[in-house]
């Protein structure tokens, strides 16, 4: 485990783990599926129906991403934390025998996975006062190249919204500098039907032209699918597999 305080290096730290490990893109999971009806007792039957049914849909939708994923010279970006998306995205991965990344704050360093399911994590300490969750957002959306979202809350809402901003920057600098005009945005592609960030996403306010190049026109509804974008958007093809 990597704590990150001040000035750390963590761009070259994954630069030498990719090149290590023979990968090109880093793909990021992140959201979170709410578990609950609203308006229904806690210990009426139904919420437990529903429940083992959110916890299927997200495995689901989830593995079959990751299970396309693996074909590819990636590595899965999680929160890295032992509940919802995080969790199953990392199980997921190292299922498929794919390299892991996780990235949370110091306050959650106790619910962290453990060493055999995250091959690099990184802590993230606050740079002013107390630690808090979203500390690591930054960090997190440096890293991606492409993110699945599924479900999702405020967290997952602030990660979205430095992409958004970040592929603004990216975006401009094409017409102002020669160098930058190969720069890929980073791409979002939420998972219609989980509810949360990733149902809301496309009203989300910014740029038009911004929301128009990092996430897909059409509703995506299944990992399959979302995987074959991010293949499309982030030339992931270029980096598949033969075996």
């Known amino acids: 485990m990597i704590d990150i305080r001040g000035e750390k290096n963590y761009s070259g730290i994954i630069h030498d783990f990719m090149k290590e490990n023979g990968l090109h893109k880093i793909i990021a999971f992140s959201g979170g599926s709410d578990s609950e009806i609203s308006g229904i007792a806690a210990d009426d039957p139904i919420q437990a129906q529903y429940k083992e049914f959110a ?3 997200e495995e689901r939708i989830i593995g079959d991403a990751i299970k396309k994923l693996s074909n590819y010279q990636v590595a899965i970006l999680t929160g890295g934390t032992k509940w919802g998306v995080p969790n199953t995205a990392t199980i997921k991965a190292k299922e498929y025998g ?19 399911l995250l091959d690099i994590s990184f802590c993230v300490e606050p740079f002013v006062g107390e630690s808090r969750w979203g500390d690591e957002s930054p960090i997190f959306t440096n890293l991606l190249d492409g993110v699945i979202v599924y479900g999702g809350g405020a967290g997952t809402l602030i990660e979205c919204a430095h992409i958004l901003k ?14 930058e005009k190969n720069e890929t945005v980073k791409f979002i592609v939420p998972i219609y039907g989980t509810g949360g960030v990733a149902e809301g996403l496309p009203f989300v306010w910014g740029k038009a032209e911004v929301r128009l190049e990092c996430m897909p026109f059409k509703r995506v509804a299944n990992g399959l699918e979302a995987v074959d974008i991010l293949c ?9 597999i033969e075996y």
């Open 166 to 179: 970040m592929n603004e920057a990216i975006m401009k600098k094409r017409t102002t500098s020669e160098n």
């Open 232 to 240: 499309q958007k982030l030339n992931l093809d270029d980096y598949f």
């Open 55 to 57: 916890k299927a849909h």
């Open 98 to 116: 794919m390299k892991t990344i996780g990235v949370f704050p110091l306050a959650g360093r106790k619910h962290a996975l453990p060493d055999n």
